[in-house]
Each structure stands twice: as C-alpha cells, then as structure tokens.
C-alpha cells in the first residue's frame, strides 16, 4: 500500500532512500538533463574566482550528484555534502573526491555551524525542502548558517501554480519514472511518493514566501529547460548583508 506524503517524510522516506540508494544514480542518469540542471543552479550561487577561499554547504546529497556539480562549478571551493540517509550517503562517500570535499551524516534541520567548523559561504539544497517534515525549519537552520551576504540555492520541483506543468508531471511519473524504479529496484512506493509529494508541494510564490519569512533577501525563482521547464526552478536568495553572522 502507498504511505501518504506526510506519512513518508516522518521516516519512512529515508528508509526509502536507503533501498533505492544502489540504483539511483542508474536511475537520475536516465533523466534527460538532470546532472546539467544541477550545475545550472550551482552556477547561479555566483560565486566567484571559481569559488576560491569559500565553503559551500550541500545540503541533502544524495549519493553526490549535486556535490559533484558544485565540485565541477567551483573548482576552488570547499564543499560539504551533509545526508541523512546512511544508504545513499555510503554510495556519495565510495566515489573519488578531490580533498577538498567531505560528507557528514547529519539531519538538515539539526546543523549548527559547530557541525561545519564554522559558518559557510553559500548553500545548495537539490530536491530536500519537499522532503523536510518542516520546510520552515530547515530553512531557517539553514539561513542561520550562513553570514551576512551568504547565498542559497533551493534546486526544487513546484508545480503547483501551473497546471500545464502538473499534467507533464503525472504523465512522465506513471509513463516513465514509476514503472522505470519498479523495474529497477523491486518495488515503487518512493517512487510513487515522489510523484505526490512534487504535486502536494507549494508553488513558486509559496516558497519565496516562505525564503523571505526565514530572513532571506533578493529572493527569486529562474527556470530550468528540457522537459522540466515549470516543473524544476533555481528559488535563489542571500541573507542580509548588515545582519550579524551566527
């Protein structure tokens, strides 16, 4: 039986994720797009002199595919990938990674820039506020690690203010990603989640909404192309340059 959306972000999608975490990098390859998406919104943290003396937090990892777009974005940077499943965080952690890069095992909604050896420069999250039980929890944690000027970047799915994109969505998720992932892995009850869980998220305005409550300026959301235009944006926004640094 498929778990509610809300029934799965309590703990059963992390479980979920830890299944899924040996064929998943098969599966996002076959998505037309994907990795150049992530680099995409890399890129868009502007980060520059390819990111030289700056640390970049990559929040929710995954098994490293945003990690390796920051690496491949800012050749100079320090990277932090932090993921909460042991299953996907072991398949990040086996892959060669230059020592400038390093993975914590760690809860979003729980880091303190004590986790982090200090403050960041800049944060990415690829595809984690939709999967947060408290989206406006993990946002402010995350804003509260930044200094005054720090980036973010939510790389995230929002179909809800456009129903073109939500008809494109359902169809490529029980045409494709559904049966593909069950094909794949045996079974399809993340996939499924995921499927809901993109069309029960906020619109766009939603989450600005919600980047703007937790303190963030300048917040904007930039499309992506492909097949995913509507459906996948850049949510971009910086902390206030004149607020004190946690």
Same mark, same amino acid.
């Given at each position: 039986m498929t778990r509610s /959306? @809300? $029934?799965?972000?309590?703990?059963? %999608?992390?479980?979920?994720?830890?299944? +899924? +975490? $040996? =064929?998943?990098? !098969?599966? %996002?390859?076959a998505n037309p797009g994907y990795h150049r998406h992530l680099r995409v919104s890399a890129r868009r943290l502007r980060l520059a002199q390819g990111g030289t003396g700056q640390r970049i937090l990559d929040v929710g990892c995954g098994t490293g595919a945003s990690t390796a777009a920051l690496a491949r974005v800012f050749p100079r940077a320090e990277i932090i990938g932090v993921e909460v499943s042991l299953g996907m965080l072991s398949r990040a952690r086996e892959k060669p990674w230059p020592t400038r890069v390093r993975f914590l095992h760690a809860r979003a909604e729980e880091l303190t820039p004590e986790d982090l050896d200090g403050p960041v420069d800049a944060i990415l999250a690829a595809y984690l506020i939709r999967n947060c039980p408290d989206p406006d929890e993990t946002l402010a944690t995350m804003c509260g690690l930044l200094p005054p000027g720090g980036r973010m970047a939510l790389h995230e799915y929002s179909v809800a203010d456009d129903a073109m994109a939500r008809a494109v969505w359902t169809a490529v998720s029980w045409g494709v990603i559904i049966p593909l992932g069950r094909a794949v892995t045996g079974r399809s009850d993340l996939y499924r989640y995921l499927w809901r869980s993109v069309l029960d998220f906020d619109g766009a305005a939603r989450? !600005?909404? @919600?980047? @703007? =409550? %937790?303190?963030?300026?300048? /917040? !904007?959301?930039? $499309?992506?192309?492909?097949?995913? @235009?509507?459906? %996948?944006?850049t949510f971009l926004g910086r902390t206030p340059v004149g607020r004190r640094a946690s």
């Amino acid at each position: 039986m498929t778990r509610s /959306v @809300r $029934a799965m972000k309590t703990g059963p %999608v992390t479980e979920e994720f830890d299944h +899924a +975490a $040996a =064929s998943y990098d !098969r599966l %996002v390859g076959a998505n037309p797009g994907y990795h150049r998406h992530l680099r995409v919104s890399a890129r868009r943290l502007r980060l520059a002199q390819g990111g030289t003396g700056q640390r970049i937090l990559d929040v929710g990892c995954g098994t490293g595919a945003s990690t390796a777009a920051l690496a491949r974005v800012f050749p100079r940077a320090e990277i932090i990938g932090v993921e909460v499943s042991l299953g996907m965080l072991s398949r990040a952690r086996e892959k060669p990674w230059p020592t400038r890069v390093r993975f914590l095992h760690a809860r979003a909604e729980e880091l303190t820039p004590e986790d982090l050896d200090g403050p960041v420069d800049a944060i990415l999250a690829a595809y984690l506020i939709r999967n947060c039980p408290d989206p406006d929890e993990t946002l402010a944690t995350m804003c509260g690690l930044l200094p005054p000027g720090g980036r973010m970047a939510l790389h995230e799915y929002s179909v809800a203010d456009d129903a073109m994109a939500r008809a494109v969505w359902t169809a490529v998720s029980w045409g494709v990603i559904i049966p593909l992932g069950r094909a794949v892995t045996g079974r399809s009850d993340l996939y499924r989640y995921l499927w809901r869980s993109v069309l029960d998220f906020d619109g766009a305005a939603r989450l !600005r909404l @919600r980047m @703007r =409550s %937790v303190g963030l300026e300048n /917040v !904007r959301t930039v $499309a992506l192309g492909g097949w995913q @235009r509507g459906i %996948v944006h850049t949510f971009l926004g910086r902390t206030p340059v004149g607020r004190r640094a946690s």
